[in-house]
């Protein structure tokens, strides 16, 4: 960090100020919460903007947002919260526009069941979050014998009635972003990256992958106007998939589908049948303690319903764990964007018991790791949700005091263990 008004590093040798400009770390923390948090509203902006829908309230903000991060701009700690909580409203406002897209382009998602195996015959596996990419890679590869397969976020691509009816998307490879380099150097086929979440590749599968769109990857074909012709002839050259039972994922509870059946959820509720929802979501990683989400998840009593999104769902999406009268107890509502769907199945929750988000039966346990993340944590903050619970440790550019405001205001607290949070939760 660079000390602009002494212009030396801040902090060190000759600098007599703490932070940049004389600002304090605090008002750094917020700062860098900010830019963090406008880079996962970028994300979803773009992904609508691809899909011809834009926002001005959004883009507007963005830009004062940005330039009130600039050199001697704002002092103001209280500006500051105040625009960190903008910026949550701002991916909120967002998150609905790409929501609207999708459905507008490729239909209202559907409960649906995806294969996990594979077929016999050349193949293709898409990942990242671009469901425009995978529709026109869809269309260009229609009647070609070249099946395709999703990976990572684009689980959730099975569930909408515009990309499901091609019967050449066969099925769901693989898990998370984390796992790209075993898994993909296992895939035989060609390989393409819509946006971010991809891995500097091993030289093993380098040659047969390429990206498109915001993804770039050193020594890796970029495809331009998504003429998908060069990823289609690598598929063409390479070996084909053997034939390969596999398990199945079951995704696409939009929030549409779930409040079609909120009536009945509802009298399962009363009747005491259903006793708690959690929202068990958000980023995977590497990490060990994130296994913590797995343990959680099989933990949770039988009569409780886990809703998940996001990549963190691979910690146990595989998981069998029944259903509560025709009610699955694992709903998976799909990418991270889906976090808006999961916010209007809680509001309707609230009105139909005519009580506030933080008095429903319902619990946070969130996972991140990036932007995208950080910014629909700042969503659920500007909706005044309480008592989130997030880890596997809590954000580093966060100082103490702005960590003490979140605690006090929102009663935000890292994860413990399974056993000592889902016995403080249930009581």
């Known amino acids: 960090m660079f000390c602009y008004q002494c212009e030396q590093t801040a902090g060190g040798t000759g600098c007599t100020k703490v932070g940049v400009c004389g600002k304090n770390e605090d008002l750094a923390s917020l700062q860098d919460t900010l830019i963090i948090g406008l880079k996962g509203v970028a994300a979803y902006a773009y992904h609508a903007r691809e899909l011809g829908y834009r926002d001005e309230q959004v883009d507007a903000f963005m830009s004062e947002a940005l330039f009130a991060t600039l050199t001697n701009v704002d002092f103001d700690l209280n500006r500051f919260i105040d625009l960190v909580l903008r910026c949550g409203e701002a991916n909120l406002r967002v998150m609905e526009l790409l929501d609207k897209a999708h459905v507008a382009r490729f239909g209202s998602p559907e409960p649906t069941r995806v294969s996990t195996g594979t077929k016999a015959g050349p193949a293709i596996l898409v990942t990242g979050h671009d469901l425009l990419d995978l529709y026109e890679l869809l269309k260009q590869t229609e009647g070609t014998g070249i099946n395709v397969y999703t990976h990572g976020e684009m689980l959730p691509a099975h569930a909408y009635p515009e990309l499901k009816k091609f019967p050449h998307l066969a099925g769901h490879y693989g898990s998370a972003w984390q796992n790209q380099k075993t898994e993909f150097e296992e895939f035989p086929g060609a390989i393409l990256g819509t946006t971010n979440c991809v891995l500097i590749p091993k030289e093993s599968y380098r040659e047969r992958m390429f990206t498109c769109g915001i993804a770039g990857l050193p020594g890796v074909t970029h495809i331009k106007e998504r003429d998908f012709t060069p990823v289609i002839e690598k598929a063409r050259q390479l070996p084909p998939l053997p034939e390969k039972e596999g398990g199945t994922l079951l995704t696409g509870f939009h929030h549409n589908a779930v409040l079609a059946v909120a009536d009945k959820i509802i009298d399962l509720v009363k009747a005491g049948k259903i006793r708690h929802f959690f929202l068990v979501g958000g980023c995977d990683g590497v990490k060990k303690a994130r296994n913590y989400y797995t343990e959680f998840v099989q933990k949770v009593p039988a009569d409780c319903v886990v809703l998940t999104l996001g990549c963190g769902k691979y910690k146990f999406n595989y998981l069998d764990l029944g259903e509560i009268e025709g009610i699955p107890r694992l709903i998976d509502m799909g990418q991270c964007n889906n976090a808006y769907s999961a916010i209007q199945v809680a509001l309707a929750l609230a ?72 016995k403080e939760i249930l009581g």
Request: proline fraction near 8%; charged fraction near 15%; glycine fraction near 4%.
């Open 351 to 422: 009105k139909a018991f005519n009580c506030g988000v933080n008095d429903l039966p319902l619990s946070l346990v969130l996972s991140w790791f990036e932007q995208k993340a950080v910014a629909i944590l700042l969503t659920l903050l500007h909706l005044g949700v309480k008592n989130i619970r997030i880890g596997p440790s809590l954000p580093a550019f966060l100082t103490p005091n702005v960590l003490k405001v979140l605690q006090e205001n929102y009663n935000i607290k890292p994860i413990t263990t399974p056993d000592e949070d889902l």
